[in-house]
């Protein structure tokens, strides 16, 4: 961001206006495009038909991108431009777009929709709003829950330019925090199946054999003697499809509130061609104690099957976490990420991440897991790419999965049944925790009309069982029979770590996400793999003084020590008798482009239980959209109090509580003793600013 040697490079002073649309701003970064130069897309009006829209007009059809209702077509080069003329002044089509692809990334497809989100500045009253929006010929939709003075508005057929001009145009003004273009990206299941693996679940618990280290499951018959789920614990499992009428999805109230986002309707069911994806996930974490096929981490607990667009614009992925929010899910298990090498979330995406971690469940927090990812690539960082097919990727190359570092995630990576690192397995200082799964060659597919990328080969054999699940009915699916071993990758790492999380809460419901994270992490095993990874060559698989490791986060999770912690756990009352409370005036210059930040610290002498907390902070800073705001406890507990989504704002003076924070609720029932600290961490070059003063208020 703002990198004065990036000819792209966004700036205070705006945008060159030969590259304003080509450079994509998204949740503080900005990405570089390229036009698609064989495809472009439409919107037809409600009442005509794709299959009458004229194929010699405008090109070849391919496929209908849901949602969006777009359409999605091919054209010789030669002929984009002459087909795009002729389908905007068409009074059959709404809407069309180029469509994009990353700089650098040349195997992800970007499409437009006809969305922008602006944020404004607190002062700016709905008039002044109203003639920004005419000016450029925009209609507002709906405000952005979570986010203050932030729209949705639609680009309406009078706009002379596409949503990525515009954005850009709009940062220039005054009254503008931010603007992004919703864009759509295809979403991508973390697993392709390779090969036949061995039909047991040895990931629960196992006595040794072929392939099998001693202490590779997970313990989970010892939590099993506690408990194995209760009902009132609702796992949403999101994904691709479930056949619901599979028998270990049976059961008096098994399944609640399905929803079917890519058909519109209830019934999240698989077509004949899919392999379902979601009915393996399903299983892993929830298939149903009958005496008929598998048994689920934790079966005594509720399925809600979401079956997702399988797009990732960001209605598509509001609409995912709010109907879990609302329909009342507990955890959010997702096995899929974006089909890109570099994935920042937007605004929109964070902050209904952010809602459902800190105000669902009744605002103690949905537990949210996201799959690392089967890349062997880092969640976030750069490694330089070499021997890919067709040379998809070369150089020094940076990789970013969004969802992955989110702060409010539980980001999970993959270990094999011989407690080594699974070769394709994502890595980094994001990964929250690992649990068990297969072992196979490392590959990100970028799928777009039949094509597949793959990357560098490893040249020697991987060992490790696969795993048994739950598979679509009859000769659909992964095999021919209701079940497969032909499941894994990260994919089925993370169910594993929602079905722990959901006995977790099976015996402590009161617990925070927060609360919940922490016990996954702290009662881990440690395994370590002392071996460099085939393909990077890396030795990654031991653990830094803080007790992670970049391939296994804080450790493989162990169901009988977690619900262990939880079931002695108890959560004190939030009613407030008396208040202690301090002040730190010293001023701190904030570091510049710096991961480490600032602190500043608060020493409290008593040592109560807290039962209330807010924070204020005072800062300035030239543009504040590049920092983040961290409140850290005595006891290196960390929660974030402000994401970058200030944008061009230059002052900050605020005050965070439980209430307008739900996230500060995992302090409560800590000692209030020690020093606390404020962290800020300024994530982009250029702009500068420091800290004046902040103050700590616990009632206890």
């Not at 990198?3 to 994509?24: E, H, K, Q, R």
């Not at 503080?28 to 390229?34: D, F, M, P, R």
């Not at 944020?119 to 925009?138: D, H, S, W, Y």
Request: a neutral charge; proline letters at 5%.
């Amino acid at each position: 961001m703002k990198n004065s040697t990036d000819p792209y490079a966004f700036s205070s002073s705006g945008i060159s206006p030969n590259n304003l649309g080509v450079v994509l701003q998204r949740g503080g970064e900005e990405l570089i495009l390229e036009k698609a130069l064989d495809r472009f897309t439409i919107r037809p009006r409600n009442n005509i038909p794709s299959q009458e829209l004229s194929p010699n007009f405008l090109g070849t059809r391919i496929c209908s991108i849901p949602k969006m209702d777009l359409e999605l077509f091919s054209v010789t080069p030669t002929r984009l431009e002459a087909a795009m003329v002729q389908a905007r002044s068409s009074q059959n089509i709404i809407f069309a777009s180029h469509v994009y692809k990353l700089r650098d990334n040349p195997g992800t497809f970007v499409y437009l929709s006809d969305q922008i989100t602006i944020e404004f500045a607190a002062e700016v009253n709905n008039k002044k709003i109203l003639a920004i929006a005419a000016e450029f010929g925009l209609v507002k939709e709906r405000a952005v829950i979570g986010l203050v003075n932030t729209w949705v508005f639609l680009v309406s057929k009078q706009a002379t330019e596409n949503p990525i001009k515009i954005a850009n145009r709009l940062t220039g003004f005054p009254e503008v925090l931010a603007a992004e273009a919703n864009i759509i990206i295809q979403a991508e299941p973390h697993y392709k199946p390779r090969e036949p693996l061995y039909p047991q679940q040895w990931y629960l618990n196992h006595n040794g054999g072929n392939l099998l280290a001693p202490g590779a499951h997970i313990d989970v018959e010892k939590a099993w003697d506690v408990t194995r789920g209760v009902r009132s614990v609702v796992v949403a499992v999101v994904d691709d499809s479930f056949d619901l009428d599979h028998p270990d999805f049976q059961g008096v109230g098994k399944i609640v509130a399905p929803r079917d986002l890519k058909e519109n309707d209830f019934l999240p069911l698989p077509n004949e061609k899919e392999t379902s994806h979601g009915t393996a996930c399903a299983g892993i974490v929830l298939a149903e104690e009958n005496s008929i096929g598998i048994t689920g981490v934790a079966p005594g607990c509720t399925l809600m099957p979401i079956r997702t667009t399988g797009y990732l614009d960001d209605r598509s992925v509001e609409e995912i976490f709010e109907w879990a929010i609302n329909k009342g899910a507990s955890i959010i298990s997702c096995s899929w990420g974006a089909s890109a090498v570099y994935f920042p979330l937007s605004l929109r995406q964070r902050a209904v991440i952010t809602r459902a971690a800190t105000e669902g469940r009744n605002g103690k927090g949905c537990v949210i897991l996201f799959a690392a990812g089967n890349a062997n690539r880092p969640i976030n960082g750069t490694v330089y790419e070499q021997g890919w097919i067709k040379n998809i990727l070369r150089g020094n190359t940076k990789w970013l999965n969004g969802f992955g570092v989110h702060p409010d995630v539980i980001t999970v990576s993959a270990a094999t049944s011989m407690n080594k690192k699974a070769a394709y397995s994502n890595w980094g200082r994001n990964i929250s925790v690992c649990a068990p799964s297969n072992n196979a060659l490392p590959g990100m597919w970028f799928q777009e009309t039949g094509f597949v990328y793959t990357q560098p080969s490893i040249r020697q054999p991987v060992y490790g069982r696969g795993m048994l699940t739950t598979d679509q009915l009859g000769a659909a699916g992964y095999g021919k029979g209701n079940f497969t071993s032909n499941f894994g990758g990260t994919s089925s790492a993370t169910p594993v770590v929602a079905g722990v999380t959901a006995l977790i809460l099976s015996v402590n419901p009161n617990l925070t996400a927060k609360q919940v994270k922490q016990i996954l992490q702290e009662t881990t095993d440690k395994i370590v793999d002392s071996e460099p990874d085939p393909q990077l060559g890396l030795r990654l698989g031991s653990y830094d003084e803080n007790g992670h490791s970049q391939w296994f986060g804080y450790g493989k999770v162990n169901a009988a020590k977690a619900v262990q912690v939880a079931r002695a756990s108890a959560i004190a009352s939030p009613l407030k008798t008396k208040q202690v409370s301090g002040i730190n005036r010293i001023n701190l210059v904030i570091p510049d482009h710096d991961s480490h930040g600032v602190k500043s610290g608060i020493s409290i002498a008593d040592s109560s239980p807290i039962k209330d907390i807010q924070v204020t902070v005072d800062l300035k800073h030239e543009f504040l959209g590049d920092l983040e705001i961290y409140l850290v406890a005595p006891n290196n507990q960390k929660v974030l109090l402000q994401n970058r989504t200030l944008g061009r704002q230059t002052c900050l003076n605020k005050t965070y509580t439980t209430r307008s924070h739900p996230v500060l609720k995992q302090f409560l029932s800590l000692s209030a003793k020690g020093n606390w600290q404020i962290l800020i961490i300024d994530l982009a070059p250029q702009d500068i600013g420091s800290l004046n003063s902040w103050e700590l208020a616990l009632g206890i």
